[in-house]
């Protein structure tokens, strides 16, 4: 059991220091970066590398997922509206578009009624970081990063 667990422990820190590495080359490669911390359920925005902003978020879970990956912001619409879900999505940055997943306004609750709720895969973020967000994003050049999977907040 001691030998699993310490070697559990040394696959995350090689993997802590590969995403170090990583993360290195991604400000190298982009100026502008939005980091969604799904096990958190925070977004942060970086620019040149310094972090600007920080806010709440709400992902999905694992029946509806919002899968972790890089991704660039690939279209923007202040005034999206969803036919699939018949509901609007203010301020979306699609970083998904073939899945129509995006970064959207929208409710992101506190606490414990946070773990009963959860997107169809895209990110909300609540006003008035989502408006300051969308227009600080740039289609094409900003990268969205999508660490990790939902836990139970």
Same mark, same amino acid.
């Given at each position: 059991m001691k030998k699993i667990i310490l070697l559990l422990i040394a696959a995350f820190f090689i993997h802590l220091n590969a995403l170090?590495?990583?993360?290195?080359?991604?400000?190298q490669?982009?100026?502008k970066v939005i980091f969604i911390n799904q096990p958190r359920q925070v977004g942060v925005a970086y620019e040149n590398g310094k972090?600007?902003? *920080?806010f709440p !978020?709400?992902?999905g879970d694992d029946e509806c997922t919002t899968n972790p990956g890089l991704y !660039?912001?690939?279209?923007? #619409?202040p005034d999206y509206y969803s036919r699939t879900y018949d509901t609007p999505m203010p301020f979306s940055m699609f970083f #998904?578009?073939?899945r129509r997943k995006a970064i959207h306004e929208g409710g992101v609750p506190p606490g414990a009624e946070k773990r009963e709720l959860?997107?169809?895969?895209?990110?909300? !973020?609540e006003q008035p970081a989502i408006e300051w967000l969308y227009h600080w994003a740039e *289609?094409? %050049? %900003?990268?969205v990063v999508i660490s990790g999977e939902r836990s139970q907040d």
């Amino acid at each position: 059991m001691k030998k699993i667990i310490l070697l559990l422990i040394a696959a995350f820190f090689i993997h802590l220091n590969a995403l170090a590495a990583g993360a290195w080359d991604l400000f190298q490669a982009y100026d502008k970066v939005i980091f969604i911390n799904q096990p958190r359920q925070v977004g942060v925005a970086y620019e040149n590398g310094k972090k600007i902003r *920080e806010f709440p !978020v709400l992902t999905g879970d694992d029946e509806c997922t919002t899968n972790p990956g890089l991704y !660039v912001i690939r279209k923007k #619409d202040p005034d999206y509206y969803s036919r699939t879900y018949d509901t609007p999505m203010p301020f979306s940055m699609f970083f #998904d578009w073939p899945r129509r997943k995006a970064i959207h306004e929208g409710g992101v609750p506190p606490g414990a009624e946070k773990r009963e709720l959860a997107s169809h895969g895209c990110i909300h !973020v609540e006003q008035p970081a989502i408006e300051w967000l969308y227009h600080w994003a740039e *289609e094409g %050049t %900003t990268a969205v990063v999508i660490s990790g999977e939902r836990s139970q907040d």
